[in-house]
């Protein structure tokens, strides 16, 4: 009778299956290896203490603002670019808005004063670099939010005719209107200036603005592209 020879470690270890098991295994020996020279290394040291818990509430930034997190711990509330803003739609976060934390003290755009124009030469921007910080960097996208329709605020629920919110949108498309014509917003075109609510004109006014939760960090400066007023990338040629 032909007796299959038992297969060696070594062949194994040579098979696809076993080559994998190897990589797994080494893999948690890995994690072991590391586990132990923790422990070790935390019977020297004291142990450090833990890193302060993220804050994951999201603010209405200027345009061109590097992700929440980052902003929020590199602003040194200098106030420059809420100086800077002619419009005057920047505020300084403070308890008065429900705002504690790291977050407290920065800059957002409160669209209850007017919202961004997104001016050309972005003051706001320059003052941030003026400064040294660099968090509200031009070469980011332009996107701070998207505008949201309460619509059964909205006058055109009852029936009264009223386009003041597409009126003043600065850009063509976002806004549009379903069949009880309703304003219905196109959320990847909407900068979320925040325009439209500072012309709303009901009370509660009938539009928010949800500021955008995965702002991107910022890039390395050679691999930044150049970004035009609406967010958009350089073309393909
Ligand atoms: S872009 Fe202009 S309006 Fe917008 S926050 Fe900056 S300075 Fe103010
Ligand atoms: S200029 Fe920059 S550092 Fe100063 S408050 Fe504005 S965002 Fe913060
Ligand atoms: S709908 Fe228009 S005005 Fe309103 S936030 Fe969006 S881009 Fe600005």
New binding site residues.
């Given amino acids: 009778m032909d007796e299959k020879k038992p297969i060696s470690r070594r062949q194994l270890l040579r098979s696809k299956l076993g080559l994998g098991l190897a990589q797994s295994i080494g893999y948690a020996m890995g994690q072991a290896h590391g586990v132990t020279k923790h422990i070790e290394k935390s019977i020297r040291e004291p142990v450090p203490p833990s890193p302060p818990v993220p804050e994951f509430a999201v603010f209405l930034r ?1 345009p061109g ?1 590097v992700d929440e997190i980052s ?1 929020a711990a ?9 100086d ?1 803003c002619s419009p005057k739609t920047l505020v300084k976060l403070t308890g008065e808005f429900g705002v504690f934390g790291k977050a407290q003290g ?2 957002a755009i409160d669209p209850n004063l007017g919202g961004c124009t997104m001016c050309e030469d972005r003051p ?1 921007a320059t ?2 670099v003026d ?1 040294g ?4 960097d031009g070469l980011l996208p332009m996107k701070m939010g998207h505008a949201f329709i309460h619509r059964s605020a909205c006058r055109s629920s009852i029936g009264q005719e009223c386009s003041m919110c597409l009126d003043v949108c600065p850009i063509e498309g976002v806004i549009g209107h379903d069949w009880r014509k309703i304003p219905v917003v196109n959320n990847d075109l909407c900068t979320g200036c925040g325009l439209c609510v500072h012309s709303c004109p009901v009370d509660p006014i009938a539009i928010s603005i949800i500021p955008t939760k995965d702002r991107p960090p910022k890039p390395p400066k050679s691999v930044q592209p150049s970004q035009d007023q609406n967010g958009q990338g350089p073309s393909p040629d």
């Fill in positions: 200027p603002a902003f590199q602003c040194t509330k200098c106030n420059a670019c809420i800077a920065t800059p706001c003052a941030c400064e910080v660099d968090i509200l």
